[in-house]
């Protein structure tokens, strides 16, 4: 089939080069230029296992283009795929200006009939207002052709971005349209051969799930990092704690890690979102607006635990920080805990030296060249001289860190562990002090 996809983010690139890698031709188009060209170079500028290969794969294989130029794209594609940032408004809400730029778009150039995917997470009702838009275009064109709009959420997660696309647990399409149904069919139907993974349903279950989804699994972080807070207060480890609760298959291991708070593109956002989807029906969403409370709380409580350890004042101090991207494996700094940690640390004066296997360039990028901030080139060097090791991401490098050398390399004795990675027992027998997420001895 021949497929175009505006938006070559996360989502669009990686769903663009899975569905060229099963023989489709795909035509990612993206309005900027500079990341376009660097795109039909093969050079993938963000990092994602195994992304960069596909890529590289398919363009070779002539299946897989770029370009700026949308006429051309969408007057050749069976199927539209909508995969541009859906951001927070400044009112929590679904900042929707790409998405109906786009749809401004395909109604500008569109002359056969299409079907027109939102695969970018979009609040309810948003289908009807892309059909609208490209409507009101065509119609100022003086054309009627017909065209559907499904909605099509994409449920995969950075750092195992191709893996989650490819293996999907579900593919979810929301249409009433038997036409739609077929064609999807054939979109996913490489993706779909050992079981039907693809759940049909109307268009707005199929937005409002990607909401409840997202907001689900972010609850359980917050409900878990509020079980930290009474497990440190009462004598117990949210480690014995979680791997309890887990047991029941009921309830279930994933997504139950105490922490930092969830950061990235999509949790924060997707929660602020749904909650004033709710406001604007006029339910009060008590429970959303509590995990967002929660995860606000968390992001600061690391650096008080530091503040805590290093005596109420970090002003002239050194503190090292291990981990700058939202999560491992990824180089992706949106609404990462890190950000909360080093701009508290700046605001109280001390000066940070950091060090993240990915996000360098990224920190670059956010932060630019500061008098209080070295990005250092190795987990050590990081350390030198440093009063404090503040740890905000679980890079599996960190995990294996020899304690004895941590000590050495540091002024101070004090780690402030938002991932628990170490045993309690193993850091302070290596000299250092440790503070860490829900267990009441640390
Ligand atoms: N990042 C993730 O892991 C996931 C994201 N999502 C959702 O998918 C959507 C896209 O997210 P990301 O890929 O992370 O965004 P992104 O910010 O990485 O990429 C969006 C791309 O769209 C391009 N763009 C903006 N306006 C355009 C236009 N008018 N025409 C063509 N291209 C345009 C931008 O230049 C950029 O390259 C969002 O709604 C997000 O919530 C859903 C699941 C996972
Ligand atoms: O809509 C989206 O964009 C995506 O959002 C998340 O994916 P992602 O943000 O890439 O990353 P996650 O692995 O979900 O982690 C999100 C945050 O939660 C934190 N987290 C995760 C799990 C956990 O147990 N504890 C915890 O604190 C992570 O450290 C991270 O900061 C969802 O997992 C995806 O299914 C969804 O498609």
Redesign the pocket.
Known sequence: MKITIFGSG??GLVTGACLADVGHVVTCVDVDTAKVERLRAGDVMIYEPGLTELVRRNLNANRLLFTADPAEAVAAADIIFIAVGTPADEDGSADLRSVLAVAQTIGTHMSTPKVVVDKS?VPVGTAERVRDVIAERLTARGLDIGFEVCSNP??????S?IA?FTRAARIIVGTDSARVREVMQRCYAPYNRNHNKIMFMDIRSAELT?YA??AM??A??SF??EIARVAEHVGADIEQVRLGVGSDPRIGF??????????????PK?VRALAHTARSVGHEPVLLSAVEAVNTAQKNWLFDKLLQGLGGNVAGKTVAVWGLA??PN?D?MR???SRVVVQSLWNYGAKVQAFDPQARREAERIWGARDDLKLANSADEALVGADALVIC??WSTFRGADLAAVKTLMKGDLIVDG?NLYDPVAVSEAGLRYLSVGRSGT
């Open positions: 996360y989502v997470t994409e449920f995969l997660k950075e750092g971005a989650d990607k989804a997202n699994l972010a359980r972080i878990m990092n994933d997504f139950l890690y105490a922490g930092a708070g969830y950061g990235g593109s999509c949790f997707d939202f999560k990824t992706d609404e990462a805990p991401t679980e991932r």
